[in-house]
Protein backbone atom coordinates (compact mmCIF):
# COMPACT_ATOMS: atom_id res chain seq x y z
CA UNK A 1 0.00 0.00 0.00
CA UNK A 2 1.16 3.31 -0.93
CA UNK A 3 1.38 6.23 1.87
CA UNK A 4 1.56 9.40 0.66
CA UNK A 5 3.97 12.32 2.53
CA UNK A 6 2.85 15.86 1.93
CA UNK A 7 3.74 19.13 3.07
CA UNK A 8 4.63 22.69 2.68
CA UNK A 9 8.69 23.32 1.85
CA UNK A 10 10.52 23.56 4.67
CA UNK A 11 8.32 21.23 6.97
CA UNK A 12 10.85 18.65 7.45
CA UNK A 13 8.78 16.18 4.81
CA UNK A 14 11.83 14.51 3.03
CA UNK A 15 13.44 14.14 6.76
CA UNK A 16 10.73 12.35 7.52
CA UNK A 17 10.98 10.02 4.48
CA UNK A 18 14.58 9.24 4.99
CA UNK A 19 13.98 8.19 8.55
CA UNK A 20 11.08 5.87 8.02
CA UNK A 21 12.68 4.42 4.89
CA UNK A 22 16.35 4.94 5.47
CA UNK A 23 16.56 6.29 1.53
CA UNK A 24 18.17 9.66 1.00
CA UNK A 25 15.42 12.14 -0.46
CA UNK A 26 15.71 13.21 -4.15
CA UNK A 27 16.90 16.85 -3.74
CA UNK A 28 17.49 17.76 -7.12
CA UNK A 29 14.24 18.68 -7.88
CA UNK A 30 14.18 16.47 -11.10
CA UNK A 31 11.47 14.10 -10.42
CA UNK A 32 7.86 15.32 -8.42
CA UNK A 33 7.43 12.21 -6.11
CA UNK A 34 9.63 9.07 -5.18
CA UNK A 35 8.90 6.63 -2.91
CA UNK A 36 10.79 3.20 -1.32
CA UNK A 37 9.35 0.56 0.80
CA UNK A 38 10.01 -0.25 4.46
CA UNK A 39 8.61 -3.11 6.01
CA UNK A 40 6.15 -2.86 9.07
CA UNK A 41 7.61 -4.18 12.11
CA UNK A 42 5.47 -7.04 13.64
CA UNK A 43 6.93 -9.19 17.07
CA UNK A 44 4.83 -12.25 16.29
CA UNK A 45 6.69 -12.67 12.98
CA UNK A 46 9.94 -13.32 15.26
CA UNK A 47 7.86 -15.99 17.24
CA UNK A 48 6.28 -17.45 14.10
CA UNK A 49 9.89 -17.57 12.85
CA UNK A 50 11.21 -19.54 15.96
CA UNK A 51 8.06 -22.26 15.87
CA UNK A 52 8.48 -22.75 11.99
CA UNK A 53 12.32 -22.25 11.62
CA UNK A 54 11.14 -21.29 7.89
CA UNK A 55 13.76 -20.98 5.12
CA UNK A 56 12.43 -17.09 4.51
CA UNK A 57 10.60 -14.60 6.79
CA UNK A 58 8.45 -11.75 5.05
CA UNK A 59 7.16 -8.43 6.52
CA UNK A 60 4.05 -7.08 5.17
CA UNK A 61 5.46 -3.55 3.92
CA UNK A 62 4.42 0.10 3.27
CA UNK A 63 5.16 2.07 0.30
CA UNK A 64 6.58 5.79 1.74
CA UNK A 65 5.79 8.36 -0.88
CA UNK A 66 7.79 11.56 -0.72
CA UNK A 67 5.65 14.26 -2.68
CA UNK A 68 7.29 17.49 -3.89
CA UNK A 69 6.88 20.44 -1.06
CA UNK A 70 3.32 22.58 -1.55
CA UNK A 71 3.24 26.22 -2.03
CA UNK A 72 1.40 28.59 0.72
CA UNK A 73 0.30 30.58 -2.09
CA UNK A 74 -1.55 27.13 -3.30
CA UNK A 75 -0.52 27.85 -6.51
CA UNK A 76 0.23 24.32 -8.50
CA UNK A 77 -0.34 22.17 -5.30
CA UNK A 78 -3.27 20.20 -6.99
CA UNK A 79 -0.65 19.00 -9.74
CA UNK A 80 2.11 18.41 -7.07
CA UNK A 81 -1.26 16.62 -5.38
CA UNK A 82 -1.77 14.35 -8.39
CA UNK A 83 1.25 12.33 -7.93
CA UNK A 84 -0.39 10.68 -4.93
CA UNK A 85 -3.80 10.00 -5.98
CA UNK A 86 -3.35 6.04 -5.80
CA UNK A 87 -2.02 6.61 -2.17
CA UNK A 88 -4.28 4.82 0.24
CA UNK A 89 -3.69 7.03 3.31
CA UNK A 90 -1.53 10.65 3.75
CA UNK A 91 0.38 11.91 5.75
CA UNK A 92 0.79 15.57 6.20
CA UNK A 93 4.11 16.59 7.89
CA UNK A 94 3.92 20.01 9.77
CA UNK A 95 6.70 22.05 10.26
CA UNK A 96 5.84 22.82 14.14
CA UNK A 97 9.13 24.76 14.45
CA UNK A 98 8.15 27.14 11.22
CA UNK A 99 4.64 28.41 12.05
CA UNK A 100 2.96 30.66 15.21
CA UNK A 101 -0.04 28.13 14.97
CA UNK A 102 0.66 24.75 13.02
CA UNK A 103 -3.07 24.26 12.90
CA UNK A 104 -3.21 26.58 10.73
CA UNK A 105 -1.12 24.36 8.12
CA UNK A 106 -4.55 21.54 8.63
CA UNK A 107 -7.10 23.96 7.43
CA UNK A 108 -4.69 25.12 4.39
CA UNK A 109 -4.02 21.64 3.67
CA UNK A 110 -7.17 20.78 3.53
CA UNK A 111 -7.71 23.64 1.17
CA UNK A 112 -5.67 21.94 -1.33
CA UNK A 113 -6.86 18.68 -1.26
CA UNK A 114 -10.29 20.33 -1.63
CA UNK A 115 -9.13 22.59 -4.78
CA UNK A 116 -7.33 19.62 -6.15
CA UNK A 117 -10.31 17.01 -6.10
CA UNK A 118 -12.50 20.30 -7.66
CA UNK A 119 -10.21 20.25 -9.99
CA UNK A 120 -10.54 16.79 -11.30
CA UNK A 121 -14.21 17.18 -10.72
CA UNK A 122 -14.72 20.17 -12.89
CA UNK A 123 -12.52 18.46 -15.84
CA UNK A 124 -15.04 15.70 -16.14
CA UNK A 125 -18.36 17.28 -16.29
CA UNK A 126 -16.62 19.53 -18.94
CA UNK A 127 -15.86 16.06 -20.79
CA UNK A 128 -19.61 14.97 -20.13
CA UNK A 129 -21.01 18.47 -21.63
CA UNK A 130 -18.77 18.02 -24.82
CA UNK A 131 -19.90 14.02 -25.25
CA UNK A 132 -23.43 14.89 -24.47
CA UNK A 133 -23.27 17.54 -27.42
CA UNK A 134 -22.70 14.13 -29.35
CA UNK A 135 -24.70 11.57 -30.97
CA UNK A 136 -24.08 8.93 -28.74
CA UNK A 137 -26.06 5.66 -27.55
CA UNK A 138 -29.29 6.06 -25.49
CA UNK A 139 -27.87 3.94 -22.74
CA UNK A 140 -24.85 5.61 -22.66
CA UNK A 141 -26.56 9.13 -22.80
CA UNK A 142 -28.88 8.11 -19.63
CA UNK A 143 -25.54 6.88 -17.89
CA UNK A 144 -23.81 10.13 -18.73
CA UNK A 145 -26.25 12.38 -17.80
CA UNK A 146 -26.88 10.52 -13.63
CA UNK A 147 -23.05 11.09 -13.49
CA UNK A 148 -23.40 14.79 -14.35
CA UNK A 149 -26.05 14.89 -11.95
CA UNK A 150 -23.99 13.48 -9.43
CA UNK A 151 -20.73 15.44 -10.27
CA UNK A 152 -23.09 18.82 -10.46
CA UNK A 153 -23.66 18.11 -6.93
CA UNK A 154 -20.73 17.12 -5.60
CA UNK A 155 -18.64 20.11 -7.11
CA UNK A 156 -21.17 22.32 -5.15
CA UNK A 157 -20.83 21.28 -2.00
CA UNK A 158 -16.99 21.26 -2.29
CA UNK A 159 -17.71 24.90 -3.66
CA UNK A 160 -19.25 25.68 -0.69
CA UNK A 161 -16.38 24.10 1.28
CA UNK A 162 -17.22 20.60 2.00
CA UNK A 163 -15.06 17.76 1.03
CA UNK A 164 -16.98 14.34 -0.21
CA UNK A 165 -16.84 12.67 3.26
CA UNK A 166 -19.38 15.64 4.39
CA UNK A 167 -21.47 16.07 0.68
CA UNK A 168 -23.85 13.26 2.15
CA UNK A 169 -24.12 11.41 -0.77
CA UNK A 170 -25.16 8.08 -1.42
CA UNK A 171 -23.25 5.01 -2.04
CA UNK A 172 -25.07 4.76 -5.63
CA UNK A 173 -23.98 8.02 -6.25
CA UNK A 174 -20.10 7.56 -5.04
CA UNK A 175 -19.79 4.92 -7.55
CA UNK A 176 -19.58 7.65 -10.05
CA UNK A 177 -16.63 9.34 -8.26
CA UNK A 178 -14.37 6.27 -6.95
CA UNK A 179 -12.41 6.02 -10.12
CA UNK A 180 -10.85 9.47 -9.26
CA UNK A 181 -9.18 8.76 -6.80
CA UNK A 182 -10.71 11.74 -4.78
CA UNK A 183 -8.03 13.16 -2.07
CA UNK A 184 -10.76 14.05 0.82
CA UNK A 185 -11.44 10.61 0.30
CA UNK A 186 -8.38 9.14 1.66
CA UNK A 187 -7.38 8.51 5.34
CA UNK A 188 -5.05 10.78 7.03
CA UNK A 189 -2.96 11.41 9.66
CA UNK A 190 -0.97 14.13 11.13
CA UNK A 191 2.82 14.23 11.93
CA UNK A 192 4.08 17.88 13.82
CA UNK A 193 7.45 18.00 13.03
CA UNK A 194 9.58 19.63 16.56
CA UNK A 195 12.48 20.53 17.46
CA UNK A 196 12.87 18.62 20.50
CA UNK A 197 9.52 18.06 22.20
CA UNK A 198 7.63 14.90 21.56
CA UNK A 199 4.25 16.66 22.88
CA UNK A 200 1.36 17.24 20.93
CA UNK A 201 -0.46 20.68 22.63
CA UNK A 202 -3.68 20.44 22.94
CA UNK A 203 -4.45 23.90 21.04
CA UNK A 204 -3.15 22.23 18.09
CA UNK A 205 -5.41 19.38 17.91
CA UNK A 206 -8.39 21.26 18.80
CA UNK A 207 -10.02 22.42 15.22
CA UNK A 208 -8.83 18.78 13.75
CA UNK A 209 -12.05 16.84 12.68
CA UNK A 210 -12.40 13.37 14.70
CA UNK A 211 -10.81 10.29 14.29
CA UNK A 212 -7.54 12.28 12.69
CA UNK A 213 -4.46 11.04 14.59
CA UNK A 214 -1.68 13.25 15.55
CA UNK A 215 1.40 12.83 16.74
CA UNK A 216 4.52 15.36 17.60
CA UNK A 217 8.36 14.11 16.39
CA UNK A 218 11.73 15.98 16.28
CA UNK A 219 12.17 14.44 12.77
CA UNK A 220 16.03 16.14 12.55
CA UNK A 221 16.59 14.66 16.12
CA UNK A 222 15.31 10.93 15.22
CA UNK A 223 17.66 11.13 12.26
CA UNK A 224 20.42 12.41 13.95
CA UNK A 225 20.26 9.85 16.66
CA UNK A 226 19.71 7.29 13.39
CA UNK A 227 23.72 7.74 12.29
CA UNK A 228 25.14 7.29 15.74
CA UNK A 229 27.03 4.36 16.88
CA UNK A 230 24.81 2.08 19.13
CA UNK A 231 26.13 2.79 22.66
CA UNK A 232 25.98 6.65 21.62
CA UNK A 233 22.45 6.59 20.49
CA UNK A 234 21.17 4.53 24.02
CA UNK A 235 22.97 7.34 25.99
CA UNK A 236 20.99 10.18 23.95
CA UNK A 237 17.73 8.18 23.72
CA UNK A 238 18.03 7.85 27.88
CA UNK A 239 17.61 11.53 27.48
CA UNK A 240 14.39 12.07 25.17
CA UNK A 241 10.56 12.20 26.54
CA UNK A 242 8.86 9.52 27.87
CA UNK A 243 6.21 10.25 24.86
CA UNK A 244 8.55 9.58 22.37
CA UNK A 245 7.56 8.08 19.09
CA UNK A 246 9.54 5.72 17.67
CA UNK A 247 10.01 4.99 13.98
CA UNK A 248 8.33 1.47 13.95
CA UNK A 249 5.71 3.14 16.27
CA UNK A 250 4.98 5.36 13.13
CA UNK A 251 4.61 2.77 11.28
CA UNK A 252 2.20 1.25 12.96
CA UNK A 253 0.66 4.32 13.55
CA UNK A 254 0.57 5.32 9.91
CA UNK A 255 -1.05 1.46 9.19
CA UNK A 256 -3.54 1.78 11.67
CA UNK A 257 -4.64 4.57 10.21
CA UNK A 258 -4.58 3.77 6.79
CA UNK A 259 -7.64 1.22 7.79
CA UNK A 260 -5.25 -1.54 7.54
CA UNK A 261 -4.47 -4.88 9.47
CA UNK A 262 -2.00 -7.97 9.36
CA UNK A 263 -2.52 -11.68 9.05
CA UNK A 264 0.11 -13.89 8.86
CA UNK A 265 -0.02 -17.67 6.71
CA UNK A 266 2.63 -19.88 8.23
CA UNK A 267 4.86 -22.93 6.44
CA UNK A 268 8.30 -24.62 6.38
CA UNK A 269 9.03 -22.67 3.34
CA UNK A 270 8.05 -18.94 4.55
CA UNK A 271 6.23 -17.37 7.66
CA UNK A 272 4.49 -14.30 5.89
CA UNK A 273 2.56 -10.76 7.31
CA UNK A 274 0.09 -9.54 5.09
CA UNK A 275 -1.30 -6.17 4.93
CA UNK A 276 -5.75 -6.03 4.67
CA UNK A 277 -7.85 -4.03 5.40
CA UNK A 278 -9.69 -3.67 8.41
CA UNK A 279 -13.41 -5.62 7.81
CA UNK A 280 -11.31 -7.86 4.93
CA UNK A 281 -12.43 -11.17 4.39
CA UNK A 282 -11.30 -14.53 3.51
CA UNK A 283 -11.93 -14.24 0.09
CA UNK A 284 -9.85 -10.96 0.05
CA UNK A 285 -7.42 -12.49 2.00
CA UNK A 286 -7.20 -15.11 -0.61
CA UNK A 287 -6.64 -12.93 -3.45
CA UNK A 288 -3.47 -11.04 -1.79
CA UNK A 289 -2.05 -14.69 -1.73
CA UNK A 290 -2.24 -16.06 -4.89
CA UNK A 291 -5.18 -15.21 -7.44
CA UNK A 292 -5.75 -19.02 -8.04
CA UNK A 293 -6.53 -18.72 -4.49
CA UNK A 294 -9.52 -16.70 -4.40
CA UNK A 295 -10.55 -18.31 -7.91
CA UNK A 296 -11.05 -21.82 -6.54
CA UNK A 297 -11.59 -20.96 -2.51
CA UNK A 298 -12.95 -23.55 -0.66
CA UNK A 299 -12.24 -22.67 3.18
CA UNK A 300 -10.21 -20.94 5.15
CA UNK A 301 -8.37 -23.12 7.79
CA UNK A 302 -7.93 -20.50 10.59
CA UNK A 303 -5.45 -20.38 13.85
CA UNK A 304 -4.37 -17.38 15.88
CA UNK A 305 -0.95 -16.54 16.53
CA UNK A 306 -1.47 -16.27 20.23
CA UNK A 307 -2.68 -20.10 19.88
CA UNK A 308 0.35 -21.33 18.35
CA UNK A 309 2.59 -19.47 20.46
CA UNK A 310 1.06 -20.34 23.50
CA UNK A 311 0.82 -24.38 22.83
CA UNK A 312 4.25 -24.54 21.09
CA UNK A 313 3.44 -25.30 17.79
CA UNK A 314 0.32 -26.24 15.14
CA UNK A 315 0.05 -29.61 15.96
CA UNK A 316 -0.64 -28.76 19.44
CA UNK A 317 -3.29 -26.67 18.06
CA UNK A 318 -5.19 -29.08 15.86
CA UNK A 319 -5.38 -31.23 19.02
CA UNK A 320 -7.20 -28.60 20.92
CA UNK A 321 -9.04 -28.51 18.31
CA UNK A 322 -8.24 -24.58 18.06
CA UNK A 323 -8.46 -24.78 14.36
CA UNK A 324 -11.60 -23.11 12.78
CA UNK A 325 -12.96 -23.94 9.27
CA UNK A 326 -14.29 -20.68 7.91
CA UNK A 327 -15.96 -19.69 4.56
CA UNK A 328 -15.16 -16.92 1.84
CA UNK A 329 -17.60 -14.24 4.03
CA UNK A 330 -15.41 -14.96 7.40
CA UNK A 331 -14.26 -11.61 8.52
CA UNK A 332 -10.07 -11.70 8.99
CA UNK A 333 -8.97 -10.54 13.04
CA UNK A 334 -5.55 -9.35 13.43
CA UNK A 335 -4.41 -12.47 14.98
CA UNK A 336 -5.25 -14.64 12.25
CA UNK A 337 -3.27 -17.24 10.80
CA UNK A 338 -4.73 -18.57 7.50
CA UNK A 339 -4.23 -21.82 5.52
CA UNK A 340 -6.59 -21.52 2.66
CA UNK A 341 -7.59 -24.62 0.76
CA UNK A 342 -8.86 -24.03 -3.19
CA UNK A 343 -9.25 -26.17 -6.23
CA UNK A 344 -7.31 -25.29 -9.01
Not at 196 to 208: Q, T, Y
Not at 210 to 216: E, L, Q, R
Request: net charge negative.
Amino acid sequence: MKVGLVGYQGSGKSALFEWLTGCKPDVSGSRSAHGATTAIPEPRLEQLRQLYQPKKVTPASLEIVDTQGLARTHQGNAARLATIREAGCLVLVIGAFEVENPADDWQSFEEDLLLADMEVVSGRIERIQASLKKPIPHQEREQLVRELKVLEELLEAMDQGRPIRESGMSEEQLKFTRAFRLLTEKPRMIVFNTRESSEVPPEWVAGLPPGIPAVAIPVALELELEGMKPEERAEFEGLLSENRVTRDQLLRLIMDAAGQMLFFTVNAREVRSWLLRKGGTALEAAGLIHSDMARGFIRAEVMRVQDLVRLGGEREVRAQHLVRQESKDYVIHDDDVLLIRFSS
